[in-house]
């Protein structure tokens, strides 16, 4: 994969191609998991609704890893079967938080308050301190540097919480300035400015189309002002550069009130306060409830929902550049 930094311009066309990438196994098609990337270019991928060949759906706890030989499943079991949890890493270790197990169909299954960590040397998971205030999910986390984690949840309009990755303590950060409504299936990204975030739905159902940046050093949101992608819950994003962070996909809410899935391409530059659209090419089927991750310069791709027609279950290759 490959990716070209660009500066933001009017006259410069910005460019999304798609392409398929092949291993000798890889995750089942599932919608909903959690994944991270690691310093050493590993991607690895959590839990999610798995769909099988015959459109049963069930939550799995497989955790994956993805690099220069293609997917391996490297463990099983430890948090437990979930879905819409949210996953960083730091150092040599993979930190899960809350998620939904919808148990037996109708119930409604239980929102979880669990947080885990992975050491990726042992290959061991070890159960820490549960997420304050109660379960969480759709939620959003992002590392930051210095080996805290900041959680996002539909509580933080005043406030984040920040998980301390050596001591597994947690802490409430307060929070000014503008912040984003409560909302959940919304996008995080971590870039020099800050932390971004994007999109989701709201206790209405309503989707978002806002973007807000944290500055981590004085704990203050900032609302940005760009018109840009159309308001859209389970989307995907990751930085792109120092300035820049790229969405990809999502489900809109249809003129009938059903979900429309997305499969558009977007840039955000934080500094500029702008949005681009990138033109795409290369097969991608629009969906929501996947994942990305930066991977071997430019991003992988796998998995996501066509709302009650179709589970993904291919990985591909994303890469952005300017011509």
Known sequence: MRLLLFALGTTTALRASWSPITSKIQPSPRSGAAATATTDGSVYLFGGYEEDEAGARTVVDDLWRYDADGWTRVATGGPGPRLCSALAAVGGELFLFGGWDPETEGTGGSILDDVWAYDIAAGRWESCAPVPGGPASRHVCCALAGGDVLVH????????LLFDAATREWREQ?????????RGLHVAAAVDAGVVVFG???KSGAMCADAFVLDVATWTWRALGATGPAGRAGAAAAPLDATSVVVAGGAARGDDGGLD?????????????????ADASGDFKPRNALVL?????????????????ETYGDTLALDVSSS
Do not use: N
């Not at 899935?261 to 659209?277: I, Q, T």
């Open 174 to 182: 307060a929070t000014s300035g503008p912040a984003p409504s409560s």
């Open 261 to 277: 899935p997305l499969g558009d391409v977007w840039v955000l530059d934080v500094a500029a306060d702008a949005w681009r659209r």
């Open 200 to 202: 989701g739905a709201d």
């Open 293 to 309: 991750c930066p991977s071997g310069g430019g991003f992988l791709v796998h998995g996501g929902w066509r709302p009650f027609v």
């Open 153 to 160: 949840t539909h509580r933080s309009e005043t406030s984040v």
